[in-house]
């Protein structure tokens, strides 16, 4: 069974940094995607940043420049290192995964693995 649980999340001022974890067990990654996603309440699900089997990584335009995605593929983590945060950054952060591609893409978020999801708020 597919796990993921994400931590890292708290509470900092503008400007600050975060780093999120996203430890995934049962998990076959070869030729899936990982990803991080946020909601705030009253808005979308917005997808903050993917990356690929090949190491590949898309990032909002939102978050681009600040935010980077990275692998630890030994340990089955994902990590997004979250710089100069916003007041706009604060949402639930929630980590997925998919282990296959569809059609040639991430299928991320219509299929796929969720975790619990871990708050951010920026103050």
């Known amino acids: 069974h597919v796990q993921l649980v994400e931590s890292g999340g708290g509470s900092v001022q503008a400007g600050g940094s975060l780093t999120l974890s996203c430890a995934a067990s049962?998990?076959?990654?070869?030729?899936?995607?990982m990803g991080w996603f946020r909601q705030a309440p009253g808005k979308e699900r917005e997808e903050v940043a993917v990356?690929?089997?090949?190491?590949?990584?898309t990032y909002a335009d939102s978050v681009k420049g600040r935010f980077a995605l990275s692998q630890d593929n030994s340990k089955r983590t994902l990590y997004l290192q979250m710089n100069r945060l916003k007041p706009e950054d604060t949402a639930m952060y929630y980590c997925?995964?998919?282990?296959?591609?569809?059609?040639?893409?991430?299928?991320?978020?219509?299929?796929?693995?969720w975790g619990q999801g871990t708050q951010v708020t920026v103050s």
């Open positions: 049962g998990y076959t990654y070869s030729n899936g995607c």
């Open positions: 990356i690929d089997a090949d190491g590949e990584t």
């Open positions: 997925a995964a998919a282990e296959l591609y569809l059609d040639g893409r991430c299928p991320l978020p219509d299929i796929g693995y």
